[in-house]
């Protein structure tokens, strides 16, 4: 997707284009309609660029496919159907970005914190080895006599700051790069830390069941869901699992045991889907155990910020009181022997 759109946004475009299509309108017209309005948002530049290359030529289905979000892995022949299931099925785009734009706040909302004063703690600290120590460490020196162990340990700490920053920055930039390429790696370490681990798979398992749902109408194969679903969900080492699961199934009770066997869905959950669909209403459980898993996700992610915060507040407190000890423990020694 060339351009970066706001989750609102594109929820919007969907419940217009679900109207539109409701109406009697073709997709093709409707992204035209659309597209008439002239809105210079990013969203607005992206459906006129939609529309022009349908205007070439280009099927609408594999059009919204290319440029659109939520729609990875899914057939674009979808968008060909007949006027009465074209609406409903924007409407579940709608339904579910929505649905997905709530989940993945729980993470975003998980890590802001933390992740805002870690960050602020880090700059302080950088500031304070880089420029600050090394007057400390002159004004001690002038002064003579033995240094305490704290403070050698903080001006040691400054000298391999200043030797080693440039190395530093190029090391954390490939880091940064690796997790980006490498993001199941990351996600698989995460999935082994306590606590951690079990709400990042509490948010995964949310998503997949959301997407599962959203799929389940559009009477694809329990493959072809399968694989779509996973696509769509953030955790990629999860999602890696969940696809190769996927390869292996013919209908969708073989789904539901594969799911099982990954070990990451409740066995609530599973035994709510298989009942469900024995009883030939397996979509109403996915929405029904999708909207549990969410509840679930959330609340986990209340419970990991609020230890969070003050773990990070008391981490940062100590680093930075260790930083004014180690410093003034040699004024204060010299004052005392005066």
Same mark, same amino acid.
């Given at each position: 997707m060339?351009?970066?759109?706001?989750?609102?946004?594109?929820? %919007?475009?969907?419940?217009?284009m679900?109207?539109?299509?409701?109406?009697?309108?073709?997709?093709?017209?409707?992204?035209?309609?659309?597209?008439?309005?002239?809105?210079?948002?990013?969203?607005?530049?992206?459906?006129?660029?939609?529309?022009?290359?349908?205007?070439?030529?280009?099927?609408?289905?594999?059009?919204?496919?290319?440029?659109?979000?939520?729609?990875?892995?899914?057939?674009?022949?979808l968008?060909?159907?007949?006027?009465?299931?074209?609406?409903?099925?924007?409407?579940?785009?709608?339904?579910?970005?929505e649905?997905k734009?709530?989940?993945?706040?729980?993470?975003?909302?998980?890590?802001?914190?933390?992740?805002?004063?870690?960050?602020?703690?880090?700059?302080?600290?950088?500031?304070?080895?880089?420029?600050?120590?090394?007057?400390?460490?002159? %004004?001690?020196?002038?002064?003579?006599?033995?240094?305490?162990?704290?403070?050698?340990?903080?001006?040691?700490?400054?000298?391999?700051?200043?030797?080693?920053?440039?190395?530093?920055?190029?090391?954390?930039? %490939?880091?940064?790069? !690796?997790?980006?390429?490498?993001?199941?790696? !990351?996600?698989?370490?995460?999935?082994?830390?306590?606590?951690?681990?079990?709400?990042?798979?509490?948010?995964?398992?949310?998503?997949?069941?959301?997407?599962?749902?959203?799929?389940?109408?559009?009477?694809?194969?329990a493959?072809?869901?399968?694989?779509?679903?996973?696509?769509?969900?953030?955790?990629?080492?999860?999602a890696?699992?969940?696809?190769?699961?996927?390869?292996?199934?013919?209908?969708?009770?073989?789904?539901?045991?594969?799911?099982e066997?990954?070990?990451?869905?409740?066995?609530?959950?599973?035994?709510?889907?298989?009942?469900?669909?024995?009883?030939?209403?397996?979509?109403a459980?996915?929405?029904?155990s999708?909207?549990?898993?969410?509840?679930?996700?959330?609340?986990?992610s209340d419970?990991?910020?609020?230890?969070?915060?003050?773990?990070?507040i008391?981490?940062?407190?100590?680093?930075?009181?260790?930083?004014?000890i180690? %410093?003034?423990?040699?004024?204060?020694?010299?004052?005392?022997?005066?």
């Amino acid at each position: 997707m060339m351009f970066r759109i706001k989750a609102d946004h594109m929820n %919007m475009f969907y419940r217009q284009m679900a109207a539109m299509t409701a109406s009697g309108m073709t997709v093709a017209e409707a992204v035209s309609t659309i597209a008439e309005e002239g809105d210079s948002s990013r969203m607005g530049k992206l459906i006129s660029l939609m529309n022009w290359e349908i205007s070439e030529g280009k099927p609408a289905g594999e059009v919204l496919i290319q440029h659109l979000d939520y729609l990875t892995n899914i057939p674009p022949e979808l968008f060909k159907e007949d006027k009465e299931k074209i609406a409903p099925l924007f409407d579940r785009f709608a339904e579910y970005g929505e649905r997905k734009s709530k989940i993945r706040n729980y993470a975003k909302t998980v890590m802001i914190y933390p992740a805002f004063i870690l960050t602020v703690a880090a700059f302080v600290a950088s500031g304070l080895l880089l420029f600050v120590i090394p007057i400390f460490e002159k %004004m001690f020196i002038d002064m003579g006599g033995t240094l305490p162990y704290p403070t050698l340990v903080i001006i040691n700490l400054s000298h391999f700051l200043l030797q080693y920053f440039v190395v530093l920055l190029v090391l954390l930039a %490939m880091t940064i790069l !690796f997790f980006n390429k490498k993001k199941a790696f !990351f996600y698989r370490i995460a999935d082994k830390v306590p606590f951690l681990g079990k709400m990042n798979r509490k948010i995964a398992v949310a998503q997949f069941l959301s997407n599962l749902h959203l799929l389940f109408g559009f009477h694809l194969s329990a493959q072809q869901t399968c694989r779509a679903a996973a696509g769509n969900v953030n955790n990629d080492y999860i999602a890696k699992k969940l696809k190769e699961a996927g390869e292996k199934v013919s209908d969708y009770s073989d789904l539901l045991l594969q799911l099982e066997r990954s070990g990451f869905f409740p066995g609530l959950i599973i035994k709510t889907l298989k009942v469900g669909n024995r009883a030939k209403a397996l979509e109403a459980a996915l929405n029904r155990s999708a909207s549990f898993c969410e509840a679930d996700a959330e609340k986990a992610s209340d419970r990991f910020t609020a230890a969070m915060i003050p773990l990070t507040i008391i981490v940062v407190g100590t680093a930075l009181g260790f930083f004014i000890i180690a %410093m003034y423990l040699p004024i204060f020694s010299m004052a005392g022997s005066i």
